[in-house]
């Protein structure tokens, strides 16, 4: 697993070798830099590492004394960089999107579980409980609005089945959800993936939540790709070929939400309980993910 670790003096030296010379100055990074421990060098005062700096990737030595373990946020960046990192970058080819907008979109949507989880279990069980939303009416508008909602449509009660199925399992491994559970036998799952596809597309790709495919990473990023695409369509257009970070941003509004009001800023997408937006959080992951190499 990577290995992640912050600056905690006010200023690190990076160096081309391993001692200290006027010669091997590469550059210096900021306290709360993050780093990515390579190997041990020598009698392991210096440590050969890779950082990101100005956007550029570098790798040289630095002093191991003025670093400390990155925090839980960091560090699950860097497992989910690990991991899926050449099937992102392969998927997204040709795109204006990144790694990096990827994994902030992964963390908005289900880092609260995977967070949890990914020290602990294989990554295809990670997935497998990537599940989650069971907000029901009146605070959810779209289908299905409740229980009776997808009974009503053809497959609905096999659906229901596998949602109420999914909840139960993460319940066994997030207590919210186990009280969620417990409090309610109508209650199920509504989002499904790490990215999580909502239960309202269930109309127009049964199969994909039927036959458990966001238990395959390949098939979430599938669909988190191609919504990608019709969001930036919403939001800018056909023929954008680059995004600065505000527009990604604001992509990604309109991935979660449908549609993008500029003038709102990052005020937009589904809104927490500390009254924190979607965007908001989504700009706060995206400066966290371009950090980690």
């Known amino acids: 697993m990577t290995d992640l670790y912050i600056v905690k003096a006010t200023e690190l030296n990076v160096r081309s070798s391993p001692q200290i010379e006027q010669s091997n100055k590469i550059t210096s990074i900021p306290e709360g830099h993050v780093i990515s421990k390579i190997s041990v060098a020598g009698d392991g005062s210096w440590w050969q590492i890779l950082t990101v700096k100005d956007g550029r990737t570098l790798e040289g030595f630095v002093a191991s004394r003025f670093l400390e373990p990155a925090p839980n946020t960091i560090q699950a960046i860097g497992w989910f960089k690990e991991q899926f990192r050449s099937k992102i970058e392969?998927?997204?080819?040709?795109?204006?999107?990144?790694?990096?907008?990827?994994?902030?979109?992964?963390?908005?949507?289900?880092?609260?579980?995977?967070?949890?989880?990914?020290?602990?279990?294989?990554?295809?069980?990670?997935?497998?409980?990537?599940?989650?939303?069971?907000?029901?009416?009146?605070?959810?508008?779209?289908?299905?609005?409740?229980?009776?909602?997808?009974?009503?449509?053809?497959?609905?009660?096999?659906?229901?089945?596998?949602?109420?199925?999914?909840?139960?399992t993460l319940g066994t491994h997030v207590e919210e959800y186990k009280k969620v559970a417990d409090n309610s036998s109508d209650k199920f799952c509504h989002g499904f993936g790490i990215f999580q596809l909502d239960l309202?597309?269930?109309?127009?790709?049964?199969?994909?939540?039927?036959?458990?495919?966001?238990?395959?990473?390949?098939?979430?990023?599938?669909?988190?790709?191609?919504?990608?695409?019709?969001?930036?369509?919403?939001?800018?257009?056909?023929?954008?070929?680059?995004?600065?970070?505000?527009?990604?941003?604001?992509?990604?509004?309109?991935?979660?939400?449908?549609?993008?009001?500029f003038s709102r800023k990052f005020k937009q997408g589904h809104r927490d309980d500390s009254d924190k937006y979607y965007g908001e959080y989504i700009w706060e992951y995206l400066q966290l993910a371009k950090s980690v190499p």
């Open 90 to 168: 392969a998927e997204i080819a040709g795109t204006p999107f990144s790694l990096d907008l990827l994994t902030a979109i992964a963390l908005q949507e289900t880092y609260y579980i995977w967070g949890k989880l990914y020290t602990k279990l294989s990554v295809d069980d990670v997935l497998k409980l990537c599940v989650g939303d069971t907000l029901d009416t009146p605070k959810r508008s779209a289908f299905p609005k409740n229980k009776a909602a997808l009974l009503s449509v053809d497959k609905g009660r096999e659906m229901f089945r596998i949602a109420r199925e999914a909840l139960e």
């Open 200 to 261: 309202q597309f269930f109309k127009e790709d049964p199969d994909y939540f039927l036959q458990k495919r966001w238990y395959s990473f390949d098939e979430c990023l599938s669909k988190c790709t191609n919504e990608l695409k019709a969001a930036i369509k919403r939001a800018y257009g056909s023929g954008k070929t680059a995004l600065t970070d505000e527009e990604k941003v604001y992509v990604a509004i309109a991935y979660n939400r449908g549609s993008v009001e």
